[in-house]
Each structure stands twice: as C-alpha cells, then as structure tokens.
C-alpha cells in the first residue's frame, strides 16, 4: 500500500516536472526570433596579426531597420559568444574578441569601423545602418588620441 501511494506520488512529480520543463522551453527566446523590419548586413572583423586569430569575413545577417553600428556588433558578438567591451558613457567599441583598445598588441591602437569602405565620422551608436551596408571593423593606430 505504501508503496504505491509512493509510486502515485513520484509519478505525479514527474509529470508536474515534464509540464513545467515543456512549458518554460515553450516561452523561451532564442536569436532565432522573426525581425519585425529586417534589413540585409554584412561584416567583416580583422583582428591584428599578432593575435594570430582568424579574422570574420563576409558575415551576412537581418537586424532590425533603424538599428545601429553598435546594436550589429552587439548582437553578433552576443548569438556567437564573442566578448565585446563598450565604453558605457560615449558607446565605443573597446574591445573584441579580447583584443582591448591599447593592450599588447600594440599601443595607441583602438578599434575602427567604416561602413560601406568609407570613414565615418559618427560613433557607432550613432551611425544608422541601412539594407545592404557592409561594416568593416579593423583594429588600428588612434590617430586622435
């Protein structure tokens, strides 16, 4: 008698326990989630020689429109398990990947972003990406500091 009274119970307890573990994976977000307005990036990350890392070339995905040069490097890092440092106040790119602004892979070096091939004078928080742009991340000498 006992011990199905047990039986019933830890039968009981382990149906609670598969409902409650389907239910929790069921609302569960993943990095898989639709774009609302999705626009079409690429990006490209070189890293320097003597970190003898691979560089990430040609790396497609959709962000959602309006999204910014820092919100790409943020959610790639993120869904690929890459660091990624960011100055909290002014929203620059410190590090990736490890690869600090300054440290010993050469001094006065930070990290630099242009967008289609050219230059661009905003930060990265500020810089609004449109479909199609191609980000280049490059880690080079500070010219400004």
Same mark, same amino acid.
């Given at each position: 008698? /006992? /011990?199905?009274? *047990? ?8 149906? *609670? *326990? ?17 774009? %609302?307005? @999705?626009? $079409?990036?690429? =990006?490209?990350?070189?890293? @320097?020689?003597?970190?003898? =890392?691979?560089?990430? +070339? ?13 919100? =790409? ?9 890459? @660091? ?8 620059? %790119? ?13 001094? $006065?070096?930070?990290?630099?972003? /242009? ?5 661009? /004078? ?6 609004? *990406? +449109? $479909? ?5 991340? +490059?880690?080079? +000498?500070?010219? $400004?500091?």
């Amino acid at each position: 008698m /006992k /011990k199905n009274i *047990l039986r019933k119970i830890t039968i009981s307890f382990l149906v *609670l *326990l598969i409902s409650l573990t389907a239910f929790a994976c069921g609302n569960k977000k993943t990095s898989n989630e639709t774009v %609302v307005n @999705p626009i $079409n990036v690429t =990006m490209d990350i070189y890293y @320097p020689q003597k970190a003898k =890392m691979d560089n990430i +070339k040609n790396i497609s995905f959709a962000i959602e429109e309006d999204s910014s040069v820092l919100d =790409m490097i943020q959610i790639y890092c993120n869904i690929n398990n890459i @660091p990624v440092s960011i100055e909290t106040t002014s929203s620059y %790119v410190q590090g990736i990947n490890g690869v600090m602004e300054g440290d010993k892979y050469g001094d $006065n070096r930070v990290w630099a972003f /242009k967008v289609n091939g050219e230059t661009v /004078k905003k930060g990265a928080a500020n810089q609004i *990406l +449109k $479909n199609g742009d191609r980000v280049t991340w +490059k880690y080079i +000498k500070a010219t $400004n500091k």
